[in-house]
Nanobody, 120 residues
Framework: VQLVESGGGLVQAGGSLRLSCVASGIIFRGYVMSWYRQAPGKQRELAAI???????NYTDSVKGRFTISRDNAENTVYLQMNSLKPEDTAVYYC???????????????WGQGTLVTVSS
């Protein structure tokens, strides 16, 4: 299983970025995909999640600004981030697990992370 993120970088507050995560070695359409983030000095938190059926949920701090989506034909999950704030600065990690597996278990797969820095 391999998850490879891209799209991070430096952006000014109010700007936008789109993160991508390409998966290989899995039956992508059956996986729940998520984006987590870890800010400096803080614990990793779930930012957005999308089920195999396409239902999405978000942590309160990103609702209305971030959109998670998936392209099963391309084995890719995206995170469109708009109206970025300095507090969105973090390393963003792609996560995937089979739809039948509990979160945080042995079947979780992680990407290497991509850094997003939002300047004020």
């Amino acid at each position: 299983v391999q998850l490879v993120e891209s799209g991070g970088g430096l952006v000014q507050a109010g700007g936008s970025l789109r993160l991508s995560c390409v998966a290989s070695g899995i039956i992508f359409r059956g996986y729940v995909m998520s984006w987590y983030r870890q800010a400096p000095g803080k614990q990793r938190e779930l930012a957005a999640i999308i089920t195999s059926g396409g239902s999405a949920n978000y942590t309160d701090s990103v609702k209305g600004r971030f959109t998670i989506s998936r392209d099963n034909a391309e084995n890719t999950v995206y995170l469109q981030m708009n109206s970025l704030k300095p507090e969105d600065t973090a390393v963003y990690y792609c996560n995937g697990r089979p739809g039948w597996a509990p979160p945080g278990g042995a079947f979780d797969a992680w990407g290497q992370g991509t850094l997003v820095t939002v300047s004020s």
